[in-house]
Each structure stands twice: as C-alpha cells, then as structure tokens.
C-alpha cells in the first residue's frame, strides 16, 4: 500500500476482505451483494463493516467489527448509501487518514456517489492487491498444499463416476460432493464437459450422457478449504474403446505443451521472456486457443497472467518469483471440429524450479 501511495484501501471483494482480514462469512452471496467491507488502512488494524447478524461470527477473528449499513433493496439507496459513505470518512478519521483518496476494488453506483459527495476520490486498488497477493507467504503454501491433496481426491471422484449414460451433470455432483466434504466451499464455474460439448471450450455441465468414445474434461475450479483455489483441468477418454487419431494428436499436443511449458517455470525470468520460449501449439489449434497460457492463483484466479506471444502482454515486466502458484492452461481444438483437449496444472514456482501441486495422472489411453 505504501508503495502504491494508498493510505487506504476499501475492499469489498470477498478475496480481498479475506486476505486483509482472515475473515469469511456468506461468501457467494456477498460476491453479488454489498454486504460487507473492510476498510485497511496502510498502517495499523483493519475496521470490518459485516453483516449485522453476522457480527458476533467474525468478532472471533477481527478485533474492529462494526454493522455494515447496506444500501440495496431499500426504498432510497442514495439515502443509505449517503449514512454508509459518512461512516466510512468517521472510520478514516479514526484510523488517522487525512488523505481523500480511497483506494477500493468494487463499488456499487449509490455508494460511489456518495463518497465523492464526501470529497472522496475513488482510486483503483486493483495494482495493490496484486503486488500484495502474487507471492504467497509459508502459511499459504501450506493450504494450497493441503488443496491440492482435495483436488487429487475431486479428480479420483470425477475419473470414477464416469460411465457411458453418466450425464455431465452428475460428474459435476460427484467433483462437488468431494470438494465439499473435504471443507472446500465452493465451485466457480461448471466446467464438465463430453463429447460434442468439449469444442469449443468454454461450455458448461449439462444433462447430456456420456457416450462410449466420448472425450470429458474437467476443469476444477474449486474454492478449497480456508478460500484457497485448486485449479487443475485433465480430459479423459470414456468407455473400454480406442482413441480416435484426433482425438490422440489433440491430447498429445496439450500434453507435450504442458510438459515443455512446466520446465520453463523458474524464478527471476520476465512474463514477456517466457512467452516468447513457451513451446508453440500447433497451428490447426491457435484459433480456439485457450485465453492466456498461465495466470496465478491463490484466494482466487488471480494475476498476473501470461499471453500468447501473439497476444498483448500486459504484465511482461514482472517477474516470476519464488512463492508464486501459477496455473499452466492449454486446450488443443480444430474449429469445427467435435473434440476438444484442456489440460491444466498449478504449479509452485521453487528456486529448484517449478513443483506441480496437484500430480493427477494423464489419461494414458489417450497418449
């Protein structure tokens, strides 16, 4: 924050809140909702503005919980947001800021308004959190650890439940149902597909049943115990038949893609650099290629992410880091052809090199 010039910052995003605060509470709902908040000032203790029945839950973990007063679904949302906007200047005075500029990640129109009636600037925290989350410390290693170990058993559960006449959607019961009695929370995205649904990628679970020959891939995409992601992607061939020749060239380009690309994780190099010597798709699947070739992850899909070299680099000066968790992405798919490929792997960026998190076996009978 002191880099960035930020004596203050306003979090409503809920990986935001909780990575300042240790503090969760309605996770999925406070994503569409402005529900609660956590005012961090650069130097001293968060204030945690929660939900007023939810008050005595997160005063086991912050020492300043205050009543969020929520400006939506009231008659008057300028009126309410205009008492929350005053309590937010009174808690800055309070914490010793006399800056008007506020640095916030989200913010609804009512609110919006009513700070800068306030005579507050809203400024984007957006590159604060990034410097701040995309080196993780010890203790969060060791619950990706303990994720990746949850994600080993969500893709044994997804690998086992798959059967011709097994519809997409109880794949995606049979991952969910994993994740949840592990203590995860949650997923992000339905991403199980089969068959014509793989190509092109990005589709999700539907009531279609899985047919012999069919491709599946998985995406995981779970927010794991404590918010941490696991985020893996393999493709699985189903039914006791053989491989079609696309079928195989597909796979084994995600899959010499992913291996070349995961040798080139070490620390110290720039994005821009190691895009332009990650291994090149072939050229029959560039058009459907997956969005970027890495991103980060951590309480979230996070940044910073890496490009294809075709595409614009937007964080080509940075570096890769020992302690960064970057997720290696591809998907191999003709346009207009009927299967597609996606591999994923997270990876620990170490000063020996890079470690896969979450080593679930390829599907051989695809290799």
């Known amino acids: 924050m002191r880099a960035h010039g930020a004596d203050a910052c306003l979090f409503f995003d809920s990986g935001n809140v909780r990575y300042a605060t240790g503090s969760t509470l309605m996770t999925v709902y406070s994503m569409s909702a402005f529900v609660r908040c956590a ?52 808690a800055l005075r309070e914490l010793g800021v006399t800056s008007r500029r506020l640095f916030v990640d989200r913010l609804g129109t009512p609110a919006f308004l009513a700070l800068a009636r306030e005579g507050i600037e809203v400024a984007d925290s957006g590159p604060v959190t990034l410097d701040a989350r995309e080196v993780k410390t010890p203790q969060e290693i060791r619950l990706m650890e303990y994720n990746a170990a949850i994600g080993m058993k969500m893709l044994a ?37 089969s068959g014509p649904n793989t190509n092109p990628w ?42 079609t020749p696309a079928q195989r060239a ?17 620390p110290g190099i720039t994005l ?31 940044g910073p992410s890496i490009g294809y070299p075709q595409d614009p680099q937007p964080n080509g000066n940075r570096r890769l880091r020992e302690g960064m ?5 591809v998907y191999a798919g003709e346009t207009g052809g009927r299967d597609g490929v996606k591999l994923e792997d997270q990876i620990l960026v170490t000063a020996e090199g890079a470690r896969v998190m979450v080593p679930y076996p390829f599907c051989e009978a695809l290799l």
């Open 39 to 90: 005012l961090v000032p650069a130097t001293g203790r968060p204030i945690l503005f929660e939900h007023p029945q939810s008050i005595h839950v997160s005063r086991g973990v912050v020492e300043d919980v205050r009543p969020m007063r929520a400006w939506e679904w009231t008659d008057d949302p300028s009126a309410e947001a205009a008492l929350w906007a005053r309590e937010i200047v009174q």
């Open 157 to 193: 559960a997804f690998e086992a439940a798959m059967a011709p006449g097994v519809r997409e959607q109880d794949l995606l019961a049979a991952l969910t149902a994993t994740l949840l009695r592990e203590g995860g929370e949650y997923l992000i995205t339905r991403a199980c597909v």
């Open 202 to 243: 990005n589709l999700e679970a539907t009531d279609r049943a899985l047919e012999p020959g069919d491709l599946v891939y998985v995406d995981t995409d779970a927010v794991g115990y404590e918010g941490y992601f696991i985020d893996v992607s393999r493709t699985f061939l189903c039914g006791d038949v053989k491989a």
């Open 250 to 266: 597909a796979y084994r380009a995600a899959y010499d893609w992913l291996t070349r690309a995961t040798e080139l994780l070490e």
């Open 272 to 302: 821009a650099d190691l895009a332009s010597k990650m291994p090149r798709l072939p050229d029959k699947y560039l058009p459907l290629r997956y969005e970027t070739m890495a991103h980060c992850a951590g309480l979230a899909d996070e």
């Open 325 to 329: 968790i970057v997720c290696l992405e």
